[in-house]
């Protein structure tokens, strides 16, 4: 072994080879893919720290009190109302349900449970659940609402064994497909199949039900081919063609898991691999330093300045969820990771109060005034407040940070445990039919250090299969000259657990720089991207009835260019801990900070709205050598992410 005999070599036999027993009891049919991992019911997973806090926040914000005065909930026609009937009260559930039984909260859980009751009480005699068409004039039996509003009693059932969820969804399964037999799926349900693929399988793990297979079968054979679209991707720039639903962004990031639920019926590998040629092509034309792509609303480029989608982001982080568990790869925890650290906490105002539409990398301004941007979205998208541009984000957003809490470890095919995402909490679970308990005491991503505390009470030997990041290479463990063995992006502890037992083990943090537009760069470290804060004036535009509408202006310079040596990055920036409060998300409460040098670019001003596309680098100014401070870019408001960067003579 290398270093004197003193890696700790943790192979992972077996691993990826193994088929799984059912959970229940009996063993699926052989003709559909198993999954690699298994998730664990809602409520397995309880959140800690920073994580937890972070829930907490949204129950006090919007997450909690929608359903107090927002019409497209509190009057819905899902709950006999007249006000709107199609896709918002199924959103709005599929993130209450896990955000209610994740904190425990009696008034969430009660608000859920009166949801759940109407909808389940009131299934139509045909099967349908929830209105046939409503005062909107959405079509009637369009089955596209009804595979979030499946997502959320799924969880449901998971968090309270409610006998009725598992009948009802049958039942309606049954209308769906006589409902897809006589009428093709079209719109928005044609594009997004995958979601309904996801509660079949569901289903069909708990059931064996055959024909659950056919209908996913039958809903496949109706449905855009998106492996075949991004096998010949036509949009390599900025989107021209307006209301495509092909370039649509919250399509696309539903679409990630696409390939990888067909796998399941296929067995075809490239259903399986489909999602990394389809991440490759989003980077490549139109990726952002926080893992995402541009859309406000349609595929938009590179510029730092286009929009991304909130609905799209934690539509994103569902999809790689859910891939994480068909295909075991650690890659996609990276980019989960990547997602939920960055794009998610930066698009809300950080009391959760607010949200914006579309969120941007180089966001300087957020006004509804003079021309913008966007590819095809109105002049308040990246306002913050209650439904800026349109609703579906105000009833969408909510399942970003409790479907990440509840996916952060799932079980594995050799009786153990595996990461899928780094963060605070605490996993309660029967392995091999015994209790265990893993404590999972970390700062990360501010820190690169995470303590596990294992928990059984009698003697019983199972692997525990940490992700290891991709940036990170290694995971340290105890001291710095120990580290495990990588295989597949995963090393395994395999160990006879007894008591309580504890290890800490810790990630390299190296700075590294992200390439954007123009040769500019992004300051990354960890799962973590760096934006400097621009001091912000917020002025209120709107009051609704219990929250308001933002605008918010500049009141700090922002166009620098960075002085970075892009060979050694670590020689120009140096980073400083702070404390870890209530609120790590927050302009003032950054736990951790970088600290650069730059000079201010007096040419690189404002352009339709925005910050102006990153001057061509290098550039080279006149103006003084500065000391710039950058936050991670979830703490900020305001914020330029993409820099140009100047020249060496200009140092």
């Known amino acids: 072994m290398s270093r004197a005999g003193r890696t700790v070599a943790l192979v992972l036999i077996g691993f990826f080879g193994m088929t799984a027993v059912d959970a229940r009891g009996a063993q699926p049919p052989a003709d559909r893919a198993r999954p690699r991992f298994e998730p664990l019911p809602l409520g397995s997973i309880q959140p800690s720290g920073w994580l937890k806090e972070q829930l907490r926040i949204q129950a006090e914000g919007l997450g909690g009190h929608l359903d107090e005065f927002w019409p ?29 039984y994740l904190l425990d909260d009696p008034a969430l859980k009660a608000k859920v449970r009166r949801s759940v009751d ?14 046939i068409g409503d005062a909107q004039k959405h079509r009637p039996y369009d089955v596209w609402p009804l595979f979030p509003l499946f997502k959320a009693l799924t969880q449901y059932q998971e968090a309270t064994g409610d006998p009725r969820v598992i009948p009802a969804l049958l039942k309606c399964c049954r209308k769906i497909e006589a409902v897809i037999s ?31 297979p056919d209908l996913a079968r039958k809903a496949f054979a109706q449905s855009h081919d998106w492996r075949s679209e991004f096998e010949n991707f036509p949009y390599t720039e900025k989107s021209i063609r307006h209301h495509d639903l092909d370039n649509h962004g919250v399509n696309i990031a539903m679409a990630l898991k696409y390939g990888g639920e067909r796998y399941r019926l296929t067995h075809d590998e490239k259903d ?60 996609l925890g990276d980019r989960l990771e990547r997602i939920a650290f960055n794009a998610l906490p930066a698009t809300f105002k950080k009391d959760m109060t607010a949200h914006q539409y579309d969120q941007q990398c180089n966001q300087v301004i957020c006004s509804t005034r003079g021309p913008h941007v966007y590819m095809s979205n109105g002049p308040a998208s990246n306002l913050y407040g209650l439904e800026p541009n349109f609703g579906c984000c105000t009833a969408n957003f909510h399942q970003g940070w409790p479907k990440f809490a509840s996916h952060l470890w799932m079980k594995t ?47 019983l030997t199972f692997p525990i299969h ?106 120009s920036i140096a980073f400083e801990d702070h404390p870890i409060g209530r609120s790590p998300f927050s302009t003032a409460g950054a736990p951790v900070v970088a600290k650069v040098k730059g000079r201010r670019l007096p040419s690189w001003g404002l352009e339709r ?35 140009p960067v100047l020249s060496i003579g200009n140092w």
């Open 182 to 212: 006589g009428e093709p799926m079209y719109s928005w349900a044609k594009f997004r199949v995958a979601d309904l693929a996801v509660t079949l399988d569901w289903l069909h793990e708990r059931t064996h039900e055959a024909w659950l």
């Open 272 to 331: 399986r691999d489909a999602v990394f040629r389809m991440l490759e092509l989003l980077d490549r034309y139109h990726g952002q330093p926080t893992g995402m792509f541009s859309c406000d609303e349609h595929l938009a480029g590179r510029s730092p300045s286009q929009g991304t989608e909130l609905c799209t982001v934690v539509e994103a982080m569902y999809s790689l969820e859910d891939l994480s568990e068909i295909l075991g790869d650690a890659r």
């Open 466 to 571: 940490l992700r290891a990041p991709g940036w990170a290479g290694e995971i340290q463990l105890g001291a710095p000259d120990q580290e495990m063995r990588i295989l597949d992006g995963y090393s395994s502890l395999n160990r006879t657990w007894s008591g309580t037992k504890s290890m800490t083990f810790r990630f390299p943090m190296k700075p590294r720089l992200y390439r954007g537009l123009n040769d500019s760069i992004a300051i990354e470290r960890g799962p973590l991207v760096f934006a400097l804060p621009i001091e912000a004036e917020w002025k209120k535009v709107k009051d609704n009835p219990q929250f308001a509408d933002w605008e918010v202006y500049p009141k700090s310079p922002w166009n620098d260019a960075l002085q970075i040596d892009r060979e050694h990055p670590e020689r």
């Open 118 to 131: 109407y909808i389940l009480e009131h299934q139509q005699p045909d099967g349908w659940l929830g209105p």
């Open 413 to 459: 095919s050799d009786g153990g445990l595996a990461v899928i995402a780094y963060a605070p909490c605490v996993i309660e679970t029967k392995l091999q039919g015994k209790p265990v308990k893993v404590e999972v005491d970390t700062a990360y991503p501010f820190r690169d250090e995470v303590t596990l505390r294992v928990t059984a009470a009698e003697p």
């Open 609 to 643: 709205g925005a910050a102006a596309p990153p001057p061509k680098s290098p550039v080279a100014s006149n103006e003084p050598l500065e000391d710039l401070m950058l936050i991670p870019y979830g703490c900020t408001d305001l914020r330029i992410t993409e820099f």
């Open 72 to 100: 497209d909930i509190k009057e819905s026609a899902w709950f006999g109302g007249k006000a709107e009937g199609w896709e918002r009260v199924p959103y709005w559930l599929d993130g209450l349900v896990p955000l209610a």
